[in-house]
């Protein structure tokens, strides 16, 4: 893992009381992305790591007990009739359901149930499509409009610096010196993580039509890329899908998903989408006048 800020592009050595600058060597990361990579190090990942999940048990990484939250393991295993089964089981010791096993057929059905239960309606996915490609433009004049403000942090920092250096001038005392040398230095690594953000290339990799499309194929059916693709599609399929990894009890089989933002979104719009029809098919009836006599062609029964 990456825990050297040479990576991107910079040096710096503390022993040597060189503070972070930029190096003459071409950066492999930008400074934003090893500053995350520093946040993520210690953040538990959704799908388990390539050496410990196997292509027979896809879901091993991504499925925990219900019972105790934490992560199934899963083996082949010999039934009563001495066939060989996929299996997963909860390896947790004081876990009431430690060495349970569950069949991996058992499992494997119901996570198809759940994952074709994540496919929206194509109405719905174009409205979300719709939605996303306004926040899409929406963000490009955003990032315009945050290198002008970056600009101006960045001679708000030089102003800063410039007034130290002059009170770093005419100080005596050793202590103080000291400490705007630290302020100093401070503000000049503020100043390389600006700049940085600056002198990055803000258009995306790709193009919005190449995203869209990848987008609109994956969520009109992850169960589709997880029925066809190989396992590394399959980790990529939970890693979008899904917030956490998926409870899963003996008895009741799987717990409502944590489902990714974008599915989450899709939630909130199936809501409100139905909350609207709902009021709409009433609304007639609410604001029904006197009911006429003899044209009773309206299966909303009058309210009098
Ligand atoms: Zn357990």
């Keep these: 893992m990456i825990a050297r800020v040479i990576y991107a592009g910079y040096i710096e050595h503390d022993p040597w009381g ?8 071409e950066p492999i990361i930008s400074l ?50 001495g066939k060989r089964y996929p299996y997963y089981w909860c390896q947790t010791r004081d876990c009431s359901q430690y060495r349970k096993s569950i069949r991996a057929e058992k499992i494997d059905a ?15 996915l174009s409205i979300v ?71 990055q290339n803000s258009k995306p990799k790709y193009s919005k039509a190449e995203i869209f499309e990848l987008l609109k194929t994956f ?22 899908a899904l917030k956490e990894p998926l409870a899963y009890d003996r008895e009741n089989g799987f717990r409502t998903p944590q489902v990714s933002e974008i599915f989450e979104f899709f939630e909130i719009i199936t809501s409100k989408c139905e909350m609207v ?11 029904a006048p006197e009911p006429k006599s003899g044209a009773s062609t309206n299966s909303a029964t009058p309210a009098t």
């Design 18 to 25: 060189v503070t972070r600058r930029k190096g003459h060597h």
């Design 32 to 81: 934003a992305t090893f500053e995350k990579i520093q946040e993520r190090k210690n953040a538990r990942p959704i799908a388990a790591a390539k050496q410990n999940i196997h292509a027979d048990f896809p879901l091993r990484g991504a499925l925990s007990c219900a019972c105790c939250n934490q992560p199934m393991t899963a083996c082949w295993s010999r039934s009563g009739t």
């Design 129 to 199: 499509t719709s939605m996303l490609s306004d926040a899409w433009d929406q963000r490009a004049g955003q990032r315009d409009n945050g290198k002008a403000q970056i600009k101006r942090d960045i001679a708000q920092l030089d102003k800063q610096q410039d007034s130290l250096l002059e009170k770093l001038v005419d100080a005596t005392n050793a202590k103080v010196v000291t400490a705007y040398e630290s302020k100093i230095a401070k503000l000049e690594d503020e100043k390389l993580l600006l700049s940085d953000k600056l002198t």
């Design 110 to 124: 119901g996570f198809e149930e759940l994952l074709k239960g994540l496919t929206p309606s194509q109405n719905l």
């Design 219 to 240: 969520l009109s059916s992850p169960w589709n890329i997880w029925e066809k693709g190989n396992l590394l599609l399959r980790k990529n399929v939970l890693r979008l």
């Design 277 to 287: 029809r709902v009021g709409r098919l009433e609304l007639p009836h609410l604001a």
